[in-house]
């Protein structure tokens, strides 16, 4: 059973940092592109990083870059987004997705989201 489960979020103010995690199981982690997405409410759900699993390079929305850091650690088939410098902005529901190829990203797997409330 494919599985992939986020944690880390919470409620922080303005200017501070979270580390989110995303655990995969059940498939074969390292032939997969990682992404992590935000859905802030009212809005639709957006690409904020993508991940090259196999090199570690990673690519950012225009909105995050300098802020945002996706990290792996393939011994463990866990990905991480850094978020620092947190904005109300930021604020939202984020989700960890796999899917087969980095240039034409299609998610096949979900994970179930971590909150992050980011407070003025």
């Known amino acids: 059973q494919v599985q992939l489960v986020e944690s880390g979020g919470g409620s922080v103010q303005a200017g501070g940092s979270l580390r989110l995690s995303c655990l995969g199981s059940?498939?074969?982690?390292?032939?997969?592109?990682m992404a992590w997405f935000l859905q802030a409410p009212g809005k639709e759900r957006e690409e904020v990083a993508r991940?090259?699993?196999?090199?570690?390079?990673?690519t950012y929305a225009d909105s995050v870059k300098g802020r945002f850091t996706a990290i792996r650690d393939n011994a463990k088939n866990m990905v991480y987004l850094q978020i620092n410098n947190l904005t109300p902005e930021d604020t939202g529901m984020y989700y960890c997705?796999?899917?087969?190829?980095?240039?034409?990203?299609?998610?096949?797997?979900w994970g179930q989201g971590t909150q992050v409330n980011v407070s003025s």
């Open positions: 997705a796999a899917a087969s190829s980095c240039i034409d990203f299609r998610p096949v797997y």
């Open positions: 059940g498939y074969r982690y390292g032939r997969y592109c």
């Open positions: 991940m090259y699993i196999i090199t570690g390079d990673a």
